[in-house]
Every structure is written in C-alpha cells, then in structure tokens.
C-alpha cells in the first residue's frame, strides 16, 4: 500500500537539506559544455590559476592575442599575415619563411648564414672583417668585377692580370698588354704588331742579366728617332 502524503508536516527540512548537498558540492569539476558553447560577454573573462589550457581541437582568436610571459611552440607555426616583432627574439630551430621578412631594427647573426636566393641590399653595408669569394662567384661593382682568381676587369676591355705560375702580373686593354716584371722594375708593353720595353721606371735602368754569350760581331741597332730596336745586316 503506497504511503500517505501527511499534509500536516512541512517540507522546509527537505529544502535545507538539498540546499547544503548544493553549497558543499563542485559541479564544474568535471563539467562539459556541449554543442551550445560557452559565452563570456559584458568584460568578463575566464581566469586560470595554478592550472592549465589544453587545446586538442582548433583555438581561433579574431581578437588580441596578449601574452606576457613566455610562449613555448614545439610543433609547426604557420603565419600567413603579417608579423611584428619589437623585442627580442630568440630561436633555436629552423624557421621557413615564403612570403616578405621585413625587420626595421638592428638584426645580429652570430652564426652561419647561407642565402640561397638573391641578396638585395639597399643602405650601407659594412664589414668589419674578410669578404670569401669562391667558386664561380664574383664581385660586381658597377662596370668593375672581381674574380676569385684575383682577376679585375674594368668595362669590357681594361683587365688586370695577377701573377701566377704561367707568367708574371699584366694588364691588357683589348689591343695592348702591359706585362709587369717582379720588383716593380721594367714593363713591357705587347700591342698589335710588336712590343715596348721601357727601360726607365722611377729612374731605374733597365738590365738584362744571364744572357747567353757568342763570339759573332754585334747585329743589333736602336733606331734613335724611334727607339724601335732593329737586327743590323752591317758587317
């Protein structure tokens, strides 16, 4: 037989009691927010102290993103907009940049830097140590270029030859050779049709040592109009 409801007790008892079950209880420990979401609106905000954020699905901010202490990014960071850095910046991996990298402030690379692409330099460049040229490589200023073989063309015709172990150092103009002995001493100058050997540089006599010797009369003569030195036929 179903029990008697007793119209004459009242139910205040049931009440408290229900309502201490509520204030002592935590219903957001393990609490889950379906497809209708979860809004904050009117400067309200969601503070997280001595916890964490894990995200496993997709975070999208169409706000600010503030962050004033430190950021740690383990996988791939992709940036398709604009990035403005105006601190500093410290990276120990690899970073892939395929659009525009511009930084307006001072850029310090105290390691290796290979550039792959085209360099464009636009203000005033300044190297306080060596410039390694090699390979097919070439410094190009305007009409002078600089070859790693120590080669200096200037325009298409004017070029400066260094010395090496087929001859000494030289300068041709197209037509013309200047061949430039060691110690600083004569030159001869090789054009179409003879050369020219000048005997007198900073007043320094021209010498030629370690001749071969011949009993024979002497067979050569200076034109003194000329100087254009001739085999005598004379007897």
């Known amino acids: 037989m179903a029990g008697l409801d007793d119209l004459s007790r009242g139910e205040l008892q049931g009440i408290l009691k229900r309502l201490r079950i509520l204030e002592s209880a935590a219903p957001l420990q393990n609490a889950s927010i379906g497809e209708g979401g979860l809004r904050v609106h009117s400067g309200g905000q969601i503070t997280i102290q001595n916890g964490g954020l894990s995200v496993t699905g997709t975070a999208t901010i169409s706000g600010v993103l503030n962050a004033d202490g ?89 070029t400066i030859h260094p010395a090496d172990g087929f001859g000494p150092a030289g300068i041709s103009d197209g037509l013309a050779q200047y061949t430039l002995t060691p110690g600083g001493g004569a030159y001869f100058h090789q054009f179409q049709g003879g050369v020219y050997v000048n005997g007198r540089i900073n007043g320094m006599d021209m010498i030629l040592s370690d001749l071969p010797t011949t009993s024979s009369p002497a067979n050569l003569y200076i034109d003194p109009s000329t100087g254009v030195l001739k085999r005598s036929t004379a007897a």
């Open 70 to 158: 430190t950021v740690t990014l383990s996988g791939t960071v992709g940036i398709s907009g604009p990035l403005t850095i105006s601190g500093n910046t410290s990276i120990t991996g690899n970073v892939t940049s395929t659009g525009t990298f511009t930084n307006n402030g001072p850029t310090n690379l105290n390691g290796a830097t290979k550039t792959t692409g085209t360099l464009s330099v636009e203000g005033v460049t300044t190297l306080k140590n060596d410039l390694n040229v090699t390979g097919a490589g070439k410094i190009i200023a305007g009409q002078t270029t600089i070859r790693p073989s120590g080669t200096i063309n200037f325009g298409d015709t004017l």
